[in-house]
């Protein structure tokens, strides 16, 4: 396929495009997924072995950090997602899923996630699931969203754990160089002055700390995106299998000077994540719509 075939502004419809396009192709279809900017950025990674996190763009570690030299970070946006994938490992792209969406969107006693099915003619539609005319299914119906699901959907694998995997993602700024001034409280007002934007995906087994150090801010009354937290990694241990495990502290605050920008920061990422999510959803059901005319549609796309 040629790399070279759109014009810059041309990105938004050939984005939409993909979205149409990836029914029945597993090559558009990732690229589709792959467009979300949250997939771009460098990425915050927990080592398995040792108590170090570890920077990272493409193979390239841009910087590790441990207990003495420690990573900060300001929260900018939280973001979650739900994917069932497909059995085995011969395929990278999912089945169904919701997309990014805002945090609190899969509450367990609230739960508004709605999955689109992405399988196209490559994956028969499993038993139970009921999509729409546009191709969806609310979460809280799916029986693949159920505890004790995953043996269902692949026999090889048992457990009470459901066949619909949840992620949560953080984008953040991560601190490399930083002024700060200590309070009477014992916490510190901090004046950045070298971050980088990166993308923090949180494991299962640090979910309930970050959940605790959510809690801690909001008693504060204070916008996540004003707190620096300071991370850590605890390695766990069962038998011979060995995990990294986030321990989070609020470290302090951000100073006045910088309140407008991680505002800012918010809001366009709030737009590039979740708006854009919106658009693949509205853009999925009105292919539906027109499915008579796809295959005149995708001749006439030009590579």
């Known amino acids: 396929m040629s790399t070279d075939i759109m014009k810059p502004d041309e990105t938004a419809s050939y984005i939409d495009y993909l979205i149409g396009a990836s029914k029945g192709s597993v090559e558009l279809g990732e690229l589709e997924a792959d467009s979300n900017i949250l997939l771009t950025l460098p990425q915050v990674k927990l080592d398995k072995e040792r108590p170090v996190i570890r920077l990272i763009s493409g193979d390239e570690t841009i910087a590790e950090y441990t207990r003495t030299k420690r990573l900060l970070i300001i929260p900018v946006l939280i973001a979650e997602t739900r994917t069932l994938w497909p059995v085995g ?40 699931f009921s999509l729409d005319e546009f191709g969806r299914q609310k979460c809280v119906a799916c029986p693949f969203n159920q505890f004790e699901s995953i043996g269902k959907w692949d026999q090889k694998k048992e457990g009470k754990g459901k066949a619909c995997s949840e992620t949560r993602v953080i984008a953040v700024y991560v601190v ?128």
């Not at 011969?90 to 367990?108: D, I, L, Q, S």
């Not at 737009?271 to 959803?281: G, H, L, M, T, Y």
């Open 89 to 128: 490992d011969e395929e990278t792209f999912p089945v169904c899923g919701t997309g990014y969406v805002n945090a609190g969107t899969m509450a367990r006693n609230a739960d508004k996630g709605e999955g689109q099915w992405r399988g196209g003619d490559r994956h028969e539609l499993p038993e139970g």
């Open 176 to 303: 490399q160089k930083s002024e700060s001034t200590q309070t009477r409280s014992g916490l510190s007002i901090f004046k950045p002055t070298e971050y980088i934007l990166a993308a923090m995906p949180i494991p299962a087994t640090s979910l309930r700390a970050m959940k605790t150090t959510q809690q801690m801010i909001e008693r504060r009354s204070v916008k996540p995106q004003y707190t620096v937290i300071e991370v850590t990694n605890e390695i766990q241990s069962s038998g011979s299998q060995k995990w990294g495990q986030y321990a989070l502290d609020i470290a302090g605050f951000i100073g006045p000077t910088m309140l407008n920008e991680v505002d800012a920061e918010s809001a366009d990422l709030r737009r590039k994540v979740f708006d854009q999510e919106i658009a693949v959803q509205k853009h999925a059901s009105d292919m539906k719509m027109l499915s008579a005319d796809q295959s005149k549609q995708e001749d006439d796309i030009p590579f």
